[in-house]
């Protein structure tokens, strides 16, 4: 029975107004803290054999992102007893909503659905898992559903040093066993996809009111989890596929947290948006390159000549640099677009698993390949210091010149090395183009056809038109737009047929800053805009075939995928970690993307599903900064 005696006057340094919820291993109070706001302590009914075990759980529970769940503010022990303080949430739990309202429909069961697994898949891939989610865990805040106690309990059962309480704590679930996984029943270990099974449960029953293993006594609830077929029946599709899968009695025949909400994600109605405008056509495929000589030795012997020239040792610009030439926009409004409804995308094929690692000089960096690549990295940058490979596969080796940044054309014919002052390119023609006519530049990219290269201009940090230099012709022009006054921001991209460019821009709607991606023709005038994509990637934003393009979703902390022709979008990846930044392209069903989680950082693939199919690239959190930049070229 609950415990009736009186709350204490505090908790810790937290004075105490109320009691919230209280079970058999624990009493959740309303406290104030220091600060004077409201929060939640979980008081746990037993004491710890190991303080520092449990406040270092604590700690890595706390350092996640709480994505839909209530953050864990601090910790301690009162009175030997551990104790959680959290966020406060103003609202009913779940279980308590459904109960004086009943079951939850349409908009509001898919965001509880999506929310709820949304808070699970950071806390699954930092490795932990919840352990106990069901209703009672769910608070119906006034910003949405927010999952509470995620890994608590399972803290302080390995903490425990009261018998008492871990066995207390066992006869408990097993008093309410509709929320708990077969395996648990079985003396198996739970972990994550005992999270999926109490997640598919508790969503049936915010649905429905009832658990879909109901039994009518704990006894024969426990015999329907085990052996029984789930009861379904006015669970509505979408989630009800979702949340059959993820009741499958073996703990492997369930979906993972992330592929159950990618799931979700793909069956939502998505508000897309169609411009009216005439649409870019298709990327004509890219020509096989007749009988290709190898790299090796190509790059690095070219190398050698920007250098020279670049360091002013001896060599000499075989070109002449122009006078920048200037053309007039001619901008054109998008129309109102319509609506569209995306479904999840095809299963897509993971890349082929490592067979070699490099250490790479200069930091401590480690590369994960396999010859059947189609992307390597072919150079990277740490700090001054810049790298360049001989080959797709073979050695790396430091330019004398600092502050370089190396592009490889994509038929690895010719190498461009970047400076602010020029960029010299290597190969059959080399020569060199100075770049102080054009003022600020950055970011050099390639055409598909490795025929022409793009920079952005710049003036205070904004685009104000890109440069353009043709490897048949060795001269180059300035085309100057209005982006500088119209709300462009980062870099210029190739459209994937090369005739235009792309380039994002920010404008305030409804008081509110709205990113989104403008066309412009090879003379600057616009060709179209999507206002809705989100913020721009820059000049890797398109993937390999040109028929799609990643930007940083409209409500952002996600990746989103469109269609370039259409600007439908494709799908959602979520990220759920702090600093995943978005490296680029492996192929058109993968992503580049950093992952600092551990310490030993990885740079890793990852999927339309928010999986990480494999890890490229292992380098050690020191040299993992923000002046390291890596160069993939899709070989």
């Known amino acids: ?184 029943f079985r003396g198996e270990p739970a972990g994550q996809a005992a999270d999926l099974f109490s997640w598919a449960a508790m969503i049936a029953f915010a649905a429905t009111g009832r658990s879909p293993f109901e039994g009518g006594s704990p006894s024969a609830t426990m015999n ?64 096989e390159p007749a009988q290709r000589p190898g790299r090796a030795g190509l790059l690095i012997g070219a190398a050698a000549v920007a250098i020279v020239v670049l360091a002013g040792g001896g060599g000499h610009v075989l070109a002449r640099t122009t006078t920048p030439v200037t053309t007039r926009v001619a901008s054109t409004a998008a129309a109102t677009p319509g609506l ?58 430091k330019l004398p010149v600092k502050n370089a940044e190396p592009v490889l054309a994509p038929d690895g014919r010719t190498l461009a090395v970047y400076t602010p002052a020029a960029i010299a390119f290597t190969g059959e023609r080399p020569f060199t183009v100075s770049l102080e006519p054009y003022g600020a530049t950055e970011r050099p990219t390639w055409s598909r056809d490795g025929k022409r290269l793009l920079l952005t201009a710049l003036a205070d940090g904004r685009p104000t038109g890109f440069v353009l230099i043709d490897l048949a012709t060795q001269k180059a022009a300035l085309v100057d737009t209005d982006d500088e006054s119209t709300g462009g921001e980062f870099q210029y991209a190739w459209l994937p047929d090369g005739t235009g460019v792309a380039i994002g821009y920010q404008v305030e709607r409804d008081g509110k800053a709205r990113h989104g991606i403008r066309f412009r023709g090879l003379d600057g005038t616009v060709l179209r805009s999507m206002h809705w994509v989100g913020e721009s990637y820059g000049r890797r934003m398109f993937s390999p075939s040109g028929d799609r393009f990643v930007t940083i979703c409209p409500s952002g902390g996600t990746f989103c995928l469109w269609d370039s022709t259409t600007g439908v979008r494709l799908s959602s990846i979520g990220i759920f970690y702090t600093d995943g930044a978005l490296t680029g392209w492996f192929d058109d069903a993968h992503l580049i993307v950093s992952d600092p989680r551990e310490k030993t950082n990885k740079i890793v693939t990852v999927d339309q599903r928010g999986r990480f199919p494999r890890v490229l690239a292992e380098i050690a959190a020191k040299d993992n900064t923000a002046d390291l930049l890596l160069y993939y070229t899709r070989s």
């Open 224 to 287: 329907q989890v085990l052996h029984g077929e789930p009861d379904l029946s006015g669970l509505p599709e979408p989630p009800r596929n979702v949340v059959a899968d993820c009741l499958a009695k073996e703990p492997g025949a369930r979906p993972t947290a992330g592929q159950a909400l990618m799931r979700l994600v793909g069956h939502s109605p998505l508000t897309i948006e169609r411009d009216e405008l005439p649409v870019l056509p298709p990327p004509e495929p890219e020509p």
């Open 1 to 184: 029975m609950p415990d009736a005696t009186p709350p204490p006057v505090r908790v810790g340094e937290y004075p105490v107004t109320g009691v919230l919820a209280e079970d058999d291993h624990s009493t959740v109070y309303a406290a104030t803290s220091p600060s004077g706001e409201r929060v939640a302590v979980t008081l746990f009914k037993t004491r710890l054999r190991d303080p520092d075990e449990f406040l270092t759980k604590i700690e890595n529970l706390q350092s996640g992102p709480a994505y839909h769940s209530a953050s864990i503010v601090d910790a301690g022990t009162s009175g030997g007893m551990p104790y959680v303080v959290s966020e406060f949430v103003e609202g009913p739990s779940l279980a308590r909503h459904v109960a004086e309202h009943g079951p939850l429909t349409g908009a509001a069961l898919h965001r509880l659905a999506i929310a709820t697994l949304t808070a699970l898949v950071p806390v699954h891939q930092a490795g932990d898992a919840h352990g106990a989610l069901r209703p009672a865990a769910v608070l119906l805040g006034p910003d949405g559903p927010r999952v509470t106690g995620a890994g608590l309990a399972r803290a302080v059962d390995e903490s425990a040093k009261d018998e008492e309480w871990v066995q207390a704590y066992a006869t408990q679930r097993v008093r309410s066993p509709a929320y708990e996984a077969p395996e648990q």
């Open 340 to 397: 569209s409804t995306v479904s999840a995308s095809a299963e897509p094929t993971p890349p082929a698993e490592p067979t070699s690692r490099i250490k790479v000089p200069g930091l401590d960096m480690t590369l994960l390949e396999d010859p059947s690549d189609v992307t390597t990295l072919t150079a990277y940058r740490k700090g001054e210091d810049t790298y360049v490979r001989d080959g797709a596969f073979g050695a790396f080796t």
